[in-house]
């Protein structure tokens, strides 16, 4: 465990006016790789940028994390992967509503039910850039590898790198018995109580270097399943500075929500 100076952190893009960094340890994504992959940006007067990630679940519905919505007038941007180069595939719809989880907990700090919908004001089209990911099976618990894409921060420092391309990584899941240990050190080391729940899941490597960071909030950690790609989390919260050894990425469980998700987009 690391014996620096930490702080379990909401993974959320703080600077307004700055694009957003990347993926700790990520690469430059293939083009069209991610097409269930969002960028939320607040419409502000004189921009427009990207502070957290969503994934399409349907034409008119993203889902993303509770604590990204801090604004309004955000709008959902499909289709991107340069931030700073009008490539023609964008498509830019305004979010008309946002429901958070009742049992989310507004007050800065790490925690469950981090998790929200985004209805849209009128639907994306889809094509081979923009493309909805498929949700788990209720209750199911994924293994193996998974990929994570975002425009986060790639810095191992406090302070963030900012390029614009779309970052891909590959992650292996951990056992929330691994994830529950890694985190009780850290939490310990605070003076905190461990703020993981059953509804999280977790991704490594615990050997530090690649994970989710600021600007990543509420984009998709994503699985291939039968062909097709299947949303095993949303990026929650992690340990800031990103990617320390010992520190795992914390993802909302999407098939622990899938109930509330039906619900509320019917």
Known sequence: MMKVAVALSLLVACAWGNPAPRVVGGENAVKGQNPYIVSLRRQLLFSNNHFCGGS?????????????LVANNINAVAGDYNLRVNEGTEQSVRVSKSIRHAQYV??????????????????FTFNQYVQPINLPAAGKIHTGETVLAGWGSISLTMVPSNPAILQSATLPVLPYSSCYSAVTG???????????????VCSGPLSGGLGACNGDSGGPLA?????????????????????????????????????WIAANTA
Request: glycine content about 12%.
């Open 56 to 68: 399409i679940i349907s034409g008119g519905w993203v889902l993303t994390a509770a604590h990204c």
């Open 106 to 123: 507004d007050n800065g700090s790490v925690g469950p039910f981090d998790i929200a919908l985004l209805k849209l004001a009128s639907s």
């Open 186 to 200: 850290i939490s310990q080391a605070q003076g905190i109580a461990n703020p993981l729940d059953p509804s999280n």
């Open 223 to 259: 699985q291939k399943n039968a062909g097709a790609w299947e949303l095993v989390g949303v990026v929650s919260w992690g340990l800031v500075p990103c990617g320390s050894a010992g520190a795992p990425s914390v993802y909302v469980r999407a098939s622990a929500f899938i109930d």
